[in-house]
């Protein structure tokens, strides 16, 4: 199985502020990889899709990058609506797996 | 509008069946390229893919499981089903049903439902 990999855990940020958060796979993944949103009590939403792909409706201040065995999911201003758990998911290879997740505060 | 819930027993006993129901709208499992994938989540943990089935019936299951996983479909009523034998405690989890895509580069979870929690105990 492909073990993802995230950090930090946990990243505490202000309001405004460009914030990175990682995700490294165990092999390379070919940019086969998804990035993911879940807020308190909600079901996960689908952020970036095949590393840089924006999905429908999500705002532009969210973007992806990476290639190989290392991806970024990148906010570029830091808004109190983003406050949540992103999970990244690697689909290069069966079975599907799923990163433990970055909790993103607000300082 | 692609809408997914999932049903489930709430509590069941150490060593019975599982059996979650995901009842969709907004799409055909018997169009190419859709899907519907299982996916659960213990309290406070992360997430952990448990199976798909496509709409040719082709099926995938995650082997960590080994052979307790069973997923079908009922294409005309808009359903998708999965099956979990000889439960234990590790298996409480919200389960979420999603919608699976394929596209040129793979494929990703588009639409989720809100998730059926199920509590395994004696």
């Known amino acids: 199985d492909i073990q993802m990999t995230q950090s930090p855990s946990l990243l505490s940020a202000s309001v405004g502020d460009r914030v990175t958060l990682s995700c490294k796979a165990s092999?390379?993944?070919?940019?086969?990889l998804n990035w993911y949103q879940q807020k308190l009590g909600e079901a996960p939403k689908l952020l970036i899709y095949?590393?840089?792909s924006l999905q429908t409706g999500i705002p532009s201040r969210f973007s992806g990058s990476g290639s190989g065995t290392d991806y970024t999911l990148t906010i570029s201003s830091l808004q109190p609506e983003d406050v949540a758990t992103y999970f990244c998911q690697q689909y290069n290879s069966w079975p599907l797996t799923f990163g433990s997740g970055t909790k993103l505060e607000i300082k | 509008q692609v809408t997914l819930k999932e049903s489930g027993p709430g509590i069941l006993q150490p060593s019975q069946t599982l059996s979650l129901t995901c009842t969709f709208s907004g799409f055909s499992l018997s169009t190419y390229g859709m899907g519907v994938g299982w996916i659960r989540q213990p309290s406070g943990k992360g997430l952990e893919w448990l199976a798909n089935i496509w709409w040719d019936d082709d099926k995938y299951y995650n082997p960590s499981l080994k052979n307790r996983l069973t997923i079908s479909k009922d294409t005309s009523n808009n359903q998708a089903f999965l099956k979990i034998t000889n439960v234990d405690t590790a298996d409480t989890a919200t389960y979420y049903c999603?919608?699976?895509?394929?596209?040129?580069?793979?494929?990703?979870?588009?639409?989720w439902g809100q998730g059926v929690m199920v509590t395994v105990s004696s």
């Open positions: 999603a919608r699976i895509v394929i596209f040129n580069y793979g494929s990703y979870f588009d639409y």
């Open positions: 092999q390379n993944i070919y940019k086969y």
């Open positions: 095949y590393t840089n």
